[in-house]
């Protein structure tokens, strides 16, 4: 599976569009980028998932590069609630998720 | 079930000591992973399962730890002879499919103090 960086942090204020980058320079062709989050100690959420085209569900928007190397998850309106660490993956149909270190995002008031 | 239970919510034991964790993946599901996160962040995938056969079993430790997914039962992991660095969250995950085409859906974890 290919290797994600993430920023280690970031703050957003309440309200406003949270966009979390994501590189996955080693991405090859057959690999989708997968978003999860982790909210305190629970069970890792799914959020969006996406191969080549930009992707949009009541969570959030994924903008993948043309050249698929790197990704933006993407907030649109952050609450309070949505504090939590995000994950970018990127794997293949061989069934297991690798997990990087995550973005701890800090939603503000 | 509509979500993936995952018993007991803690455990302690003695090191020496044996633990089994439980997973019911939510029902329909043909895919079961097992993940153990040690630090905050850093996840570690320990084994999947295709219905009861082992999918992928990369990460499972050689020794001391086992894990099974049995017709009409939770799926299992056990450690045999738990040592301290064992303490971990230990999350089930499971899937219609595998891999890429899918969501996994995690449950909420068993947390494991080795004392």
């Known amino acids: 599976d290919a290797k994600t960086t993430q920023p280690t942090s970031m703050d957003c204020a309440e309200g406003r569009a949270a966009n979390l980058p994501c590189n996955h320079s080693?991405?090859?062709?057959?690999?989708?980028v997968y978003w999860y989050r982790q909210i305190h100690s629970q069970g890792p959420q799914y959020i969006i998932h996406?191969?080549?085209n930009n992707e949009t569900n009541e969570m959030a928007s994924l903008i993948i590069t043309e050249d698929r190397k790197s990704s933006t998850l993407i907030l649109p309106h952050a609450t309070l609630r949505d504090t939590a660490v995000y994950y970018c993956?990127?794997?293949?149909?061989?069934?297991?998720?690798?997990f990087g270190d995550g973005t701890t995002l800090t939603v503000k008031p | 079930g509509e979500e993936v239970a995952q018993t007991p919510k803690h455990l302690v034991r003695g090191e020496g000591q044996k633990a089994k964790l439980y997973c019911a993946p939510i029902?329909?599901?043909?895919?079961v992973f097992w993940y153990q996160q040690v630090l905050k962040n850093e996840f570690k995938f320990l084994i999947s399962f295709q219905n009861e056969n082992v999918f992928d079993e990369t990460g499972m430790p050689k020794e001391r730890f086992s894990a099974k997914c049995l017709p009409n039962s939770p799926c299992s992991l056990e450690i045999q002879a738990t040592k301290l660095e064992d303490s971990a969250v230990y999350f089930c995950?499971?899937?219609?499919?595998?891999?890429?085409?899918?969501?996994?859906?995690f449950g909420q974890g068993t947390r494991l103090t080795v004392v």
């Open positions: 080693t991405i090859s062709g057959n690999e989708y």
């Open positions: 029902k329909g599901h043909s895919y």
């Open positions: 995950a499971s899937s219609q499919k595998k891999g890429a085409y899918t969501e996994a859906f």
């Open positions: 993956i990127v794997h293949t149909n061989a069934g297991k998720s690798t």
């Open positions: 996406g191969l080549k």
